[in-house]
T-cell receptor
Framework: DGGITQSPKYLFRKEGQNVTLSCEQN?????MYWYRQDPGQGLRLIYY???????QKGDIAEGYSVSREKKESFPLTVTSAQKNPTAFYLC????????????FGSGTRLTVV | AQKITQTQPGMFVQEKEAVTLDCTYD???????LFWYKQPSSGEMIFLIY??????QNATEGRYSLNFQKARKSANLVISASQLGDSAMYFC??????????????FGKGTKLSVIP
């Protein structure tokens, strides 16, 4: 079945470490997105990519980095520059156009220890 | 710029009753799509219903319907015959029809719905 796979489901990071969250889709979607969600809050856009080897910053890109070397994959690295990384991270993909919503992964919960 | 406003941080509804979750939006795009997602405590985002800006009729999907009032820029979600499993966060979202807006979904802050037995 087609869908988006995020891994791991839970991730613990020590202070000063970089960690990478995985996001893979087999829906043949061009666009992929990363969102951050804090408790009781809405979704804030970190980065998005419309096509392979191209990506743009969202509203809260500082302290994060991404790559898009393959259409199917859009990993997110949370760097040590991100001062408050504890949050729930959601990856999504979509077809271009206003009539299409996103397909979401099941999320990764990152905790700094 | 696009903006979604959900003014109800939390709501309660009695089981089997209907409930309306409010959503207003702002955009300069003539073509856009409106979406509602449900997020249970597990965190997954579940697509519920879609309404296109040019659609003449309100969208319906089972117990979900969207009360679309274009002149008022509102897209309220109506859940009929609430069930305990409807307890979750609900997000309204919009996607524009051109430029960068055609890629991005803009989300509201969400409404937490609690269904009371």
């Amino acid at each position: 079945d087609g869908g988006i796979t995020q891994s791991p489901k839970y991730l613990f990071r020590k202070e000063g470490q970089n960690v990478t969250l995985s996001c893979e889709q087999n829906l043949n979607h061009d666009a992929m997105y990363w969102y951050r969600q804090d408790p009781g809050q809405g979704l804030r856009l970190i980065y998005y990519s419309q096509i392979v080897n191209d990506f743009q910053k969202g509203d809260i890109a500082e302290g994060y980095s991404v790559s898009r070397e393959k259409k199917e994959s859009f990993p997110l690295t949370v760097t040590s520059a991100q001062k408050n990384p504890t949050a729930f991270y959601l990856c999504a993909s979509s077809i271009r156009g206003p009539t299409y919503g996103y397909t979401f992964g099941s999320g990764t919960r990152l905790t700094v220890v | 710029a696009q903006k979604i406003t959900q003014t109800q941080p939390g709501m309660f509804v009695q089981e089997k009753e209907a409930v309306t979750l409010d959503c207003t939006y702002d955009t300069s795009d003539p073509s856009y799509g409106l979406f509602w997602y449900k997020q249970p405590s597990s965190g997954e985002m579940i697509f519920l219903i879609y309404q296109g800006s040019y659609d003449q009729q309100n969208a319906t999907e089972g117990r979900y319907s969207l009360n679309f009032q274009k002149a008022r820029k509102s897209a309220n979600l109506v859940i009929s015959a609430s069930q305990l499993g409807d307890s979750a966060m609900y997000f309204c979202a919009m996607r524009g029809g051109s430029g960068a807006g055609s890629y991005q979904l803009t989300f509201g802050k969400g409404t937490k719905l609690s269904v009371i037995p």
